[in-house]
Every structure is written in structure tokens, then in C-alpha cells.
């Protein structure tokens, strides 16, 4: 069941991510759904701390990974967006 939920928990923050890089426009708001899955994941579902640890560092990962490679964000407009 913990593994269940970690795959639907990362299925979901992928899927926020690609909304992110369909869009092209890094002024919308999605990524705060990606903090809404996060929050989720360490507080509401009462999956164990090291499956949490890993979702979570999975989807920041992507995000980075995806805000460098692919929609080429500036450092400065990045860190204010990570601050979030």
C-alpha cells in the first residue's frame, strides 16, 4: 500500500511538472500544485518518512532538471520560484 501511494504521489508531481513545460509560460502558478503534493505526501497520507524522502526528492529533482533543461529559467527567476 506505501508503495502505492509513493507511485500515484510521483505520477501526480510528474504530471504538474509537464503542465509546467507544456505551458512555457513560468509566470503561471502551477508550481504551487507541486508544493500541494508535496504537502500531501508528508503530511496527509501517512506513508513512512523515507518513501516521503524519496517523492520528494524525485519531483524537486524533475523540477530543477526540467526548469534548466528545458524552459531555460534564469538562476534569479528559479531561486524566487524554489522559494516557494
Given at each position: 500500500m506505501q508503495l502505492l501511494f509513493s507511485?500515484?504521489?510521483?505520477?501526480?508531481?510528474?504530471?504538474?511538472?509537464l503542465m509546467i513545460c507544456?505551458?512555457?509560460d513560468p509566470t503561471?502558478?502551477?508550481y504551487a500544485?507541486?508544493?500541494?503534493?508535496?504537502?500531501?505526501?508528508?503530511?496527509?497520507?501517512?506513508?513512512?518518512?523515507?518513501?516521503?524522502?524519496?517523492?520528494?526528492s524525485i519531483l524537486i529533482g524533475a523540477y530543477f532538471l526540467s526548469s534548466f533543461l528545458y524552459l531555460l529559467l534564469k538562476k534569479v527567476f528559479l531561486l524566487v520560484m524554489s522559494f516557494f
Open positions: 507511485v500515484a504521489l510521483i505520477v501526480a508531481g510528474l504530471m504538474i511538472i507544456l505551458v512555457k503561471h502558478g502551477y500544485g507541486l508544493t500541494v503534493v508535496l504537502l500531501y505526501s508528508y503530511v496527509a497520507v501517512g506513508i513512512r518518512f523515507r518513501y516521503t524522502l524519496i517523492i520528494g
